[in-house]
């Protein structure tokens, strides 16, 4: 299985070089239609548009339970023949935290800090979305291991933006 993570800068290298089934979209609301990949038959999309964000905040929109659900119905699409990409704006905290959520669900229990360090080891900059993390730790029943295991590998290294990198599991 094989995720791949990616900033917005470098999705379209990775959609022409990885050729993906499917792709995860996680940008904001705002962001301009343009910011979108394009939808193409060689591939299935999702996006999901909301703020990075790790609580509630006047103006902004939060992810939340439906979303986990939605990105986690997504996943379960996903043959893993061929690599799933997964990106956001910077490639650092949205999308790492959707991709260990997509792991996870296929991974079984008891496997979360392996799949943290697996992500901090392929990307020391990683900083997973902690709302998200949390939600789908709910929402999957791992009791707060997910959480407890992305808080375990940390803070990422500071950086304004992420590297399309893979994140290859059994």
């Not at 791949?4 to 792709?23: F, I, N």
């Not at 979360?112 to 029943?141: F, H, S, W």
Request: hydrophobic share 50%; glycine share 6%; proline share 7%.
């Amino acid at each position: 299985m094989t995720l791949l993570v990616s900033p917005l800068s470098q999705v379209d290298a990775a959609l022409r070089d990885h050729r993906p089934s499917h792709v995860i979209s996680l940008l904001s609301p705002t962001s301009p239609t343009g910011h979108w990949p394009l939808e193409a038959p060689e591939r299935v999309a999702l996006r999901l548009a909301f703020h990075d964000i790790i609580e509630p905040r006047d103006g902004l929109v939060a992810p939340d339970a439906a979303l986990i659900i939605r990105l986690l119905d997504f996943a379960e699409g996903w043959d893993t023949a061929r690599p799933m990409l997964v990106h956001c704006w910077a490639g650092v905290s949205r999308s790492t935290a959707a991709a260990f959520i997509v792991a996870c669900r296929r991974a079984p229990v008891g496997a979360e800090a392996e799949i943290a360090q697996a992500l901090r080891a392929a990307a020391p900059y990683a900083t997973p979305n902690a709302l998200m993390v949390a939600l789908a730790d709910a929402v999957l029943g791992r009791n707060g291991r997910m959480s407890a295991a992305v808080a375990a590998i940390g803070r990422g290294a500071d950086t304004f933006e992420g590297a399309l990198f893979e994140l290859t599991l059994k």
